[in-house]
């Protein structure tokens, strides 16, 4: 029998598997196709046994199993591999159908492929999917962007499949051609700064302090419930309690310092770069895991730089309320980035975006899920136009109250020769953003000494030289 199905997903590996199963336990019939016929057999016969899926072993049988339009879920690696995908299934689709890429794809590769199928009459939705293997089986966080007649005929699926938050599912209508991957982007971005962050709590407790892992996962399992509770948090409390039963040593212990990434973070540095946009607290997060990788040159460095070795001469209790400061006001900063980053994406590429509601997107499902992004949803009811959250009087009062803390904590790092670069950043952030006036009067002043690239003035309009090598 053939168009029996309401969708279909291409690509089985653990993610476009667990969708799969998501879609079709919610009670919608789902086809499915693997490059790997195996793979689709493999699902059938086990972990989809009883369930409306249905398996393809060519694109032609897959498009055959749709009701039209037709909508296609594409679960494949980013790059090439999106293109080669909608290659090899353009000869199967017919003008109104629907292709959504699930994957982590670049923004702008999205943008391209919006414009290239609109011409042919085929929609194409960017569908940013936040969640890693266990959201996708039981409720991911989902930013769709494209066409938005595409979307409302594809919503049906995607909110039932999405995680759910105070009863509202965790996915809406993003904006047009590439915003919802450019929203996904930004997401693992904030991530990104947000692992950063508490990686160099942990640091400081660890290095500064001297805690064991067990009071470490003590003041993680504290703050997580209070206002850091988070995804982020929990776990890390998780992992700091997990022994290695090889050695019965902590297991966070016996993990090499090498961090992996994959990209998206990079992603959002560069893009903020061409667009202007100050994101100090997720770059340094994304240089970080730069430096974290010569670990064979650091082992060596170690033995020929100098550096102090001190450690808190006080009471940890107390510097650990300065901690947790320290790490929610930086928080907020590295948010504030991102809002920002989106504020001026949607300027420059005409999208409008709904910024409380990409907060209320990242409440449940995703990796950066936290309790305080029902507070940026609420600073974006209360000012739609808000340039910065920083200058919400939620956000300004909480950082007003934090900033000792937080100032304390970098002080007490920088003279330990602990390396806070995340912590460091926000806070010069902080301090660069609340500044009526910075030294870039000087820098000004430079380049039209050696360049001529010209000044303004405070007193008077215009734009001004000065032949500064002339003697007066």
Not at 177 to 197: F, P, S
Not at 342 to 355: I, K, P
Request: glycine residues 10%; aromatic residues 8%; hydrophobic residues 45%.
């Amino acid at each position: 029998m053939t168009g029996q199905c309401a969708i279909a997903l291409i690509g089985l590996a653990v993610m476009g598997e667990n969708l799969a199963l998501n879609i079709a336990g919610k009670g919608h019939p789902i086809a499915v196709y693997n490059r790997t016929a195996e793979k689709t057999r493999a699902l059938l016969a086990g972990r989809a046994q009883g369930l409306p899926v249905r398996g393809a072993e060519t694109l032609a049988d897959l498009a055959a199993m749709l009701t039209r339009p037709r909508k296609i879920l594409l679960m494949v690696k980013a790059g090439q591999a999106v293109d080669d995908m909608l290659a090899a299934l353009r000869p199967h689709l017919d003008p109104g159908d629907i292709i959504l890429d699930g994957g982590n794809s670049h923004y702008a590769d999205t943008r391209r492929r919006h414009a290239a199928l609109a011409a042919q009459g085929i929609h194409f939705l960017g569908v940013g999917v936040s969640g890693g293997e266990e959201g996708a089986l039981t409720g991911p966080s989902i930013m769709p962007g494209g066409d938005r007649p595409a979307y409302d005929a594809v919503a049906p699926v995607l909110t039932a499949i999405a995680a759910r938050a105070a009863g509202r599912p965790c996915c809406a209508y993003v904006g047009p051609d590439g915003a919802g991957h450019y929203v996904k982007m930004v997401h693992n971005g904030i991530e990104y700064g947000d692992m950063q962050l508490i990686a160099e709590a942990y640091a400081t407790m660890k290095d500064l302090l001297g805690l064991d892992p067990a009071a470490m996962q003590a003041a993680f399992a504290r703050w997580n419930r209070g206002r850091l509770e988070s995804y982020l948090i929990e776990i890390t409390a998780d992992i700091l309690g997990r022994r290695d039963h090889l050695t019965s040593r902590p297991l966070v212990d016996l993990v090499l310092d090498k961090a992996g990434q994959k990209g998206t973070g990079k992603w959002t540095s560069q893009d903020a770069l061409d667009l202007g946009v100050p994101v100090p607290t997720i770059t340094a997060a994304v240089y970080a895991r730069c430096l974290s990788a010569y670990k064979d040159e650091r082992l060596a460095a170690a033995g020929i730089l100098a550096g102090p070795r001190d450690k808190w001469p006080g009471d940890p209790a107390a510097f650990l309320d300065n901690l947790e400061a320290a790490l929610y006001a930086a928080k907020i900063c590295s948010y504030a980035q991102g809002f920002a980053l989106l504020r001026a994406a949607a300027a420059n590429y005409r999208w409008d975006l709904d910024y409380g509601q990409i907060a209320l997107l990242w409440r449940g499902g995703c990796i950066i899920r936290a309790r305080f992004l029902e507070s940026i949803a609420a600073a974006y009811d209360r000012d739609r136009g808000l340039a910065n959250l920083l200058t919400d009087h939620f956000f300004a009062d909480a950082l007003a109250s934090s900033q000792a803390g937080w100032r304390e904590v970098v002080a007490a790092c920088q003279r330990a020769g602990v390396a806070v670069p995340a912590f460091a950043a926000s806070l010069a952030y902080y301090d660069g953003y609340r500044s009526a006036v910075l030294p870039a009067n000087l820098i000004q002043a430079q380049r039209d000494y050696f360049g001529a690239h010209t000044y303004e003035r405070t007193d008077r309009p215009g734009v001004f030289h000065t032949d500064w090598t002339k003697k007066q």
